[in-house]
């Protein structure tokens, strides 16, 4: 079913009410594409592009035909959607037909129904920026105004994809370390029970471990798990 326009200034207030912790990375980009859709004056689809090292994604997109404009450029190394990722800026397209900077890609445009577009990057962190993507139907669907309120969503847009990835970054990490110390634990606890059956050193104990790790194609951190199962019962 088609949503109706909305407000632009209820557009970014939606944006201030996503709430870390409750959604994704990908659902927040996911948002920011309904929103910019609905509140960009002339804008018929939105893509959302994320670059992480040299892998650009369109992670959100509010139609296929989005989806695959932005996958042109990757393919072909070279669009308006990089070009804004990389210099952080926003870059207009207000006429397919007279675009002489991506013509390919312009040419690409105008197969698929598209006439007009902005492209604005988004600064997320040092190693990791995005794109806002928006389309128009129809040449010069982006006037000044509607420019500045599209520059000034993806402002709001870019904090809160920052904000959204650094939730996710920090929880992963925390998830991790606390992975790690649990697998160190468990290894501790098995090197325990080898020193006490062998009368061997810790050192001769992990050396037990990792020979066993190595045999079984296991990790080590299995292997000790397994091993103080059995001898704790819970494994025969």
């Known amino acids: 079913m088609e949503q109706s326009p909305l407000d632009p200034r209820e557009a970014l207030a939606e944006l201030g009410r996503i709430r870390l912790g409750e959604a994704s990375l990908e ?12 509140g960009v004056p002339g804008a018929e689809d939105v893509s ?4 992480r090292g040299e892998a650009p994604q369109s992670l959100a997109y509010t139609s296929a035909m989005a989806r695959e404009l932005d996958e042109w450029q990757y393919a072909h190394g070279g669009g308006p959607c990089l070009d804004a990722s990389v210099s952080g800026g926003v870059l207009s397209l207000p006429d397919m037909a007279t675009e002489n900077r991506w013509p390919a890609w312009a040419a690409e445009a105008r197969d698929r129904g598209v006439h007009s577009s902005l492209s604005m990057g988004l ?4 190693a990791v920026v995005g ?4 389309y128009g139907t129809r040449p010069h669907a982006f006037d000044p105004e509607g420019i500045e309120l ?12 920052a904000n959204a990835h650094l939730y996710e970054s920090t929880t992963t990490l925390a998830r991790q370390m606390r992975t790690a110390m649990e697998s160190r634990a468990v290894i501790e606890q098995a090197k325990g029970i ?3 059956e062998r009368r061997c050193t810790p050192e001769e104990a992990f050396a037990l471990l ?14 000790a798990a397994a091993l103080v199962d059995r001898a704790i019962g819970r494994q025969p």
Do not use: C, H, W
Not at 150 to 161: D, E, G, M, N, Q
């Open 27 to 38: 659902a927040v980009m996911s948002q920011i594409a309904a929103l910019a859709r609905r």
């Open 48 to 51: 959302v592009t994320l670059l």
């Open 123 to 126: 600064p997320i962190q040092e």
């Open 131 to 134: 794109t806002l993507n928006v």
């Open 150 to 161: 599209a520059k000034t969503f993806a402002a709001y847009a870019a904090v809160a994809l």
């Open 194 to 196: 080898i020193m006490g």
């Open 210 to 223: 990792s020979k066993v790790s190595q045999d079984s194609n296991r990790k080590v951190r299995d292997v």
